[in-house]
């Protein structure tokens, strides 16, 4: 991490400060809606405790659903110039390896006060949204509010239920009526999702493999993949950060934005497609991708994960830009939207505290916090760090795998190549466990997507390098 410009410890100052912080209900300001007596629920990892999102859905005449996104208010106990954000700004966002988990925030507020948690009442930037039946968004508004969360849930569990394959989750069936909750929000974030497919937002599926730890030992690699349950808290945050956007620029306030480019690597997505059997178009276009993937996931499913992470590698890396109040964003080619910010994790992102900021200057009618200058230079910040914490996660993932397959050197792999330039080639194991590593000989003529047969001839786990030859 110091190598990359992160700092893994909180100074004396800013640990010193966070014990001396307790949270604030805003008990009696009119402008803060009491919505502690609606049935919230988290659905999240299960071993997150950092909880910075709550969601609660109401069916209305006509079809409507209305539903509420409640983020966790950490703006209110962390203020620009304090200690705390001055850590949270240098590295920008928590780093999350198999070993530790390095928080943007203290924990007395990530896992503690500022955090969701079920139980607790807690102070809450709510976006609400009124969803219409094909999806559309017909009304929204962002406001303060104090919330409580009734019903702390894990994805993988909700999941399960949600598809008829598990039980009800034992936390659900002690809160009435979260169950009804749940599924009328599973409804609701399927139009969101149907509707912005439709307008050519990409449909991946992608998988990553977990290091499990067993005394500091890694024992194995779980392989995670999205599930119904991810897909409906996608879904609503999406929608949210989309609101989010939209509410700023009416205020005639800049943001800070989370884009996708057009992808420079398109004549690539072209070139995989014209192997299958199929033409994209020779100039980038969203729809006629996402029509292509949802041909090949229904045609081929079982290969469908490998095509997916082509695809993710020749998109390019998302990125945080200034949009002025009167600006033009490049929008997020992924997701086929043209209005969108971070605003749904402010206990891991700082992108999303600054939105917080910009929101409240709104709720006020005063004028930004932030010249256009500071936020252009906050959003290269965050994209640099971004990409280090990125960069280090990685290389704990691969120094875990490279413990994990010291005894397989000289095996030989399945494998799909992953990166392909003048830095070198990557290739990405298929099967179980997924192990990604440097083709070090044989990587002559070959791109992203190609399917080739590798040996692994050597592991460093120090260093996290894990070394392939072409077999």
């Not at 989750?169 to 809160?175: D, F, G, L, N």
């Not at 977990?210 to 609503?236: T, Y």
């Not at 029509?291 to 997916?308: I, M, T, V």
């Not at 890396?317 to 002025?324: A, K, Q, S, T």
């Amino acid at each position: 991490m110091r190598d990359r410009g992160l700092e893994p410890d909180f100074p004396p100052a800013a640990l010193a400060e966070a014990e001396r912080l307790s949270p604030n209900l805003h008990d009696g300001d009119p402008a803060v809606r009491d919505l502690r007596g609606l049935l919230w629920s988290s659905i999240d990892n299960d071993d997150t405790r950092d909880l910075d999102q709550l969601e609660v859905a109401e069916a209305l005449p006509g079809g409507a659903i209305k539903v509420l996104v409640a983020i966790a208010d950490v703006e209110d106990l962390v203020r620009p110039g304090s200690a705390i954000d001055d850590h949270a700004r240098k590295n920008t966002t928590s780093v999350y390896t198999a070993a530790r988990i390095f928080p943007m925030l203290p924990e007395r507020l990530s896992t503690g006060i500022t955090s969701l948690n079920d139980g607790e009442d807690r102070l809450a930037i709510v976006i609400e949204m009124t969803v219409s039946p094909d999806g559309s968004i017909a009304g929204s508004d962002v406001y303060p509010a104090r919330v409580h969360n009734r019903c702390q849930l894990a994805y993988d569990a909700v999941a399960a239920w949600l598809d008829g394959q598990g039980p009800m989750p034992p936390r659900m069936a002690e809160v009435a009526g979260v169950a009804d909750q749940v599924k009328l929000q599973d409804v609701d974030a399927g139009r969101l999702r149907r509707l912005r497919h439709e307008r050519g937002a990409l449909d991946l599926e992608t998988r990553e493999s977990r290091p499990v730890m067993a005394d500091g030992q890694v024992v194995d690699l779980k392989e995670e993949r999205d599930n119904r349950a991810k897909n409906l808290i996608e879904d609503f945050m999406i929608a949210a950060n989309g609101v989010t956007a939209q509410f700023l620029t009416g205020h005639g306030l800049p943001s800070i934005r989370r884009v996708v480019r057009t992808p420079a690597r398109w004549p690539r997505i072209v070139d995989l497609a014209k192997q299958l059997g199929e033409q994209l178009p020779a100039d980038p276009d969203p729809k006629a991708l996402s029509d292509f993937l949802e041909r090949r996931k229904q045609a081929d499913p079982q290969g469908f994960p490998e095509l997916s992470l082509s695809v993710v590698k020749l998109l390019g890396p998302g990125e945080y830009v200034l949009d002025p109040p009167d600006g033009d964003p490049p929008g997020h080619f992924g997701l086929a939207v043209k209005d969108y910010t971070h605003a749904t994790a402010p206990n891991r992102r700082y992108p999303d505290l600054v939105t917080h900021r910009l929101v409240k200057a709104a709720f006020g009618r005063q004028k930004s916090p932030y010249s256009d200058a500071e936020i252009e230079e906050l959003a290269r910040h965050c994209t640099l760090q971004e990409d280090a914490a990125n960069k280090v996660e990685r290389q704990v993932r691969k120094s875990a795998a490279a413990q994990l397959f010291q005894k397989r050197i000289g095996d030989s792999f399945d494998a799909q190549v992953t990166g392909a330039s003048e830095k070198g080639t990557w290739v990405r194991t298929c099967g179980h466990p997924v192990i990604e590593g440097r083709l070090e000989r044989g990587f002559q003529g070959l791109d992203v997507g190609d399917r080739v047969r590798v040996r692994l001839v050597s592991t460093d786990v120090e260093r996290g390098f894990i070394d392939f030859v072409r077999d």
